[in-house]
């Protein structure tokens, strides 16, 4: 079956990109992150989620591609130290400035995705002539000033409905957030894009790489890198996983159990080491 990314399908005149469209795939993306990180067997953490790493197959069900930088989480651990790879635009500032490695790096990088889908902008390109260093600035400046529908990409503004696109804008934002422990995990992101939009948590500002975060406590001895040598695309192994519907589709188990079965937890964190 033929898939394509999201920025592909954008980029196709001919294909409708409508509200409806962008929402279901939101929250199949929301929904395919909490079976990694909670559903599964072994909690999973992708590590790389970002646009083109999200596959439209021609029903347009969104699969989360490309597994090749996921980790296997230590069972009882919260979050480890590791070294630093990922897509410049999507990574979570603990991450990036200091390797620490949880759920929420996950969470962060969905924020970011939802507010691409919103807008139809890229972080990692942005480049729109307004006072903002990125869309996540930018889309937090407007929310801030009672403006946040004006990120909408003009193609949806017909078929969006306002509240339930502020919702969307406000859990994109929440899950940006400077500190990871303010981010919702991915169940409280199910539960708040399954609920009529209502009174959501204010977003404080944006969590942006080498700025505004500072872990407490002292730095860990591992290994780590930050700035552009941190930054690395992904192009290894290309395991898909469904996530059209509420449970894990076979072939989402068959991708998280293979990469479980097949593989054995680094103590650090790192990428799972080969039996």
């Given at each position: 079956?033929?898939?394509?990314?999201?920025?592909?399908?954008?980029?196709?005149?001919?294909?409708?990109?409508?509200?409806?469209?962008?929402?279901?795939?939101?929250?199949?993306?929301?929904?395919?992150?909490?079976?990694?990180?909670?559903?599964?067997?072994?909690?999973?953490?992708?590590?790389?989620?970002?646009?083109?790493?999200?596959?439209?197959?021609?029903?347009?069900?969104?699969?989360?591609?490309?597994?090749?930088?996921?980790?296997?989480?230590?069972?009882?651990?919260?979050?480890?130290?590791?070294?630093?790879?990922?897509?410049?635009?999507?990574?979570?500032?603990?991450?990036?400035?200091h390797g620490q490695l949880s759920v929420k790096a996950d969470v962060f990088s969905f924020g970011v995705l939802v507010l691409e889908l919103?807008?139809?902008?890229?972080?990692?390109?942005?480049?729109?002539?307004?006072?903002?260093?990125?869309?996540?600035?930018?889309?937090?400046?407007?929310?801030?000033?009672?403006?946040?529908?004006?990120?909408?990409d003009a193609a949806i503004v017909p078929s969006a409905p306002p509240e339930q696109?502020?919702?969307?804008?406000?859990?994109?934002?929440?899950?940006?957030?400077?500190?990871?422990?303010?981010?919702?995990?991915?169940?409280?992101v199910v539960i708040m894009l399954s609920k009529k939009p209502g009174h959501l948590d204010e977003p404080m500002r944006p969590g942006i790489a080498g700025n505004r975060y500072r872990r407490s406590g002292p730095r860990p001895g591992s290994s780590s890198t930050a700035g552009a040598s941190g930054f690395s695309d992904s192009h290894t192994s290309k395991s898909t996983f469904n996530i059209n519907t509420n449970t894990a589709s076979a072939s989402a188990f068959a991708s998280a159990s293979t990469l479980a079965s097949s593989s054995k937890s680094d103590p650090l964190g790192k990428r799972p080491m080969k039996s």
């Open positions: 079956m033929a898939t394509k990314s999201f920025w592909c399908m954008k980029s196709n005149r001919n294909v409708e990109l409508d509200w409806k469209r962008r929402y279901e795939i939101i929250t199949g993306i929301a929904r395919g992150l909490l079976y990694l990180h909670e559903d599964s067997h072994n909690r999973i953490i992708h590590r790389d989620i970002k646009a083109s790493n999200i596959l439209l197959d021609d029903k347009w069900v969104p699969k989360i591609a490309d597994f090749g930088m996921a980790r296997l989480f230590p069972e009882g651990e919260s979050n480890v130290n590791t070294r630093v790879a990922g897509t410049n635009g999507y990574m979570a500032p603990e991450y990036v400035m919103i807008s139809g902008q890229k972080n990692s390109s942005f480049n729109l002539n307004v006072d903002a260093q990125n869309l996540l600035d930018w889309a937090y400046k407007l929310y801030k000033k009672g403006k946040g529908l004006e990120i909408m696109v502020s919702c969307c804008i406000q859990i994109g934002l929440l899950c940006v957030q400077s500190d990871p422990k303010s981010r919702p995990d991915m169940h409280r």
